[in-house]
């Protein structure tokens, strides 16, 4: 027996029947879906992308905490790049924690939105970012490095 074809070119010997149209289509009704939220071949690429996106209101938040006079990032490299930028008010281990937290709560509202059709206002994902972010500095408060951070989050 031939193994089935399948999308993308990969045929597979252990599977014996071809996926019904009906999967197909709500395959590509998926891709489309993470093409419009810039997830391409599994990768989310365009996280930063504001027009698709919306969630400018959240990182310019971010940015009157951090680095007020900075504009915002538009792609990876300047978002790394701000990382790794390190100044009195916004230290890189500072930027670093609050970018791995903006990062996971956009990411949350993207995964709310396509599971559950449920917006959150931006307003409500900049506090539970905000919780966060203060919790993770309140916990590490005796380490070396961390007990001037809560001061310059919430100035």
């Known amino acids: 027996m031939e193994a089935p074809e399948y999308e993308y070119g990969v045929s597979c010997p252990y599977c014996f029947s ?3 149209e009906e999967e197909k289509e709500r395959a590509r009704a998926r891709q489309t879906q993470f093409e419009e939220w810039g997830v391409i ?3 989310f690429l365009n996280l930063f992308d504001l027009r698709v996106l919306r ?4 990182w310019c938040s971010v940015f009157r905490r951090i680095s007020p006079s900075e504009r915002l990032f538009t792609n990876w490299q300047e978002l790394l790049s701000w990382i790794r930028r390190s100044t009195h008010q916004g230290p890189s281990l500072l930027r670093r924690m609050v970018a791995q937290a903006a990062i996971y709560h956009i990411w949350r509202q993207r995964n709310n939105v396509y599971h559950n059709h449920n917006v959150l206002p931006a307003r409500t994902i900049f506090k539970n970012l905000d919780r966060e972010v203060r919790n993770i500095i309140n916990s ?3 380490r070396r490095h961390w007990n001037t951070l809560m001061h310059r989050w919430i100035r």
């Open 18 to 20: 071809k996926k019904s």
């Open 41 to 43: 071949g599994g990768l």
């Open 140 to 142: 590490r408060r005796h």
């Open 55 to 58: 969630f400018e209101a959240i």
